[in-house]
């Protein structure tokens, strides 16, 4: 199975400044068809996950231009440019490239 | 507007059976892959399997594969996880979503169940 790594698992981050979250995969998570398939989701509290960012780099339909993400092979980041209260939650990258798909351990945002 | 929504929370005992179900609507459920994902407290998110509605297709997470069943029924636009003999340890959050990607493949999951809390206690 791909192993999905993120760090930190844990970010304070101070409303209005910028935050990062870094997640890596065991195996290049490009596709034999030239797509790579890694996706960031939120989780805010006591709700399901949410699509962010899909193939890498792409929003998904309504989700705030302070969100974007980067990355290739085996090393992906997610960016909020700038931090609101609603961004509070548990970030997910997951890979579904190769079978079984896989998700990272989740990176915890709260406001310091 | 794309819809998923999911039966409600069930309590059972080990050794008995389940079907959660997942309606959708606001999009041809025949033309994308359903997927089912488990969340507990100390695994986090895993992925469970998928199903093709448009012709059954499936494929499973070899860690639960035999351990639960996954269908469609196109005539209600609806999702199915099973289990025949329930154990403590599928207590869980049991969430669906549409799959969606390239050429109806299932790359990324884009609408979400709001999940099914699933107690297996006796």
New interface residues.
């Given amino acids: 199975d791909v192993v999905m790594s993120q760090t930190p698992l844990s970010l304070p981050v101070t409303l209005g400044q910028p935050a990062s979250i870094s997640c890596r995969s065991s195996q290049s998570l490009l596709h034999i068809?030239g797509?790579t398939?890694l996706?960031w989701?939120q989780q805010r509290p006591g709700q399901?996950?949410?699509?962010l960012i899909?193939?890498v780099s792409r929003r998904?339909s309504g989700v705030p231009d302070r969100f974007s993400a980067s990355g290739a092979g085996t090393d992906f980041t997610l960016k909020i440019s700038r931090v609101e209260a609603e961004d509070v939650g548990i970030y997910?990258c997951?890979q579904?490239?190769r079978?079984?798909?896989?998700?990272g351990?989740?990176t915890k945002v709260d406001i310091k | 507007e794309v819809q998923v929504v999911q039966s409600g929370a069930e309590v059972k005992k080990p050794g008995e059976s389940l079907r959660i179900s997942c309606r959708t609507s606001g999009y041809r459920f025949d033309t994308y892959w359903i997927?089912w994902?488990r969340q507990t407290p100390g695994i986090?998110?895993?992925?469970m399997a998928i199903v093709y509605p448009g012709d059954s297709d499936t494929?499973y997470?070899?860690?639960f594969q035999g351990q639960v069943t996954v269908s469609a029924d196109k005539s209600v636009s609806s999702a199915y996880l099973q289990w025949n003999s329930l154990q403590a340890s599928d207590t869980a959050i049991y969430?669906c979503?549409r799959?969606?990607?390239?050429s109806s493949g299932?790359?990324?999951?884009?609408?979400?169940?709001?999940?099914v809390l699933v107690t297996v206690s006796s």
């Fill in positions: 068809d797509n398939y996706s989701l399901p996950p949410r699509l899909f193939n998904f997910y997951m579904a490239t079978l079984p798909f896989t998700f351990p989740g | 997927g994902v986090g998110l895993e992925w494929r997470n070899p860690s969430y979503a799959c969606s990607g390239h299932c790359h990324y999951f884009d609408y979400w169940g709001q999940g």
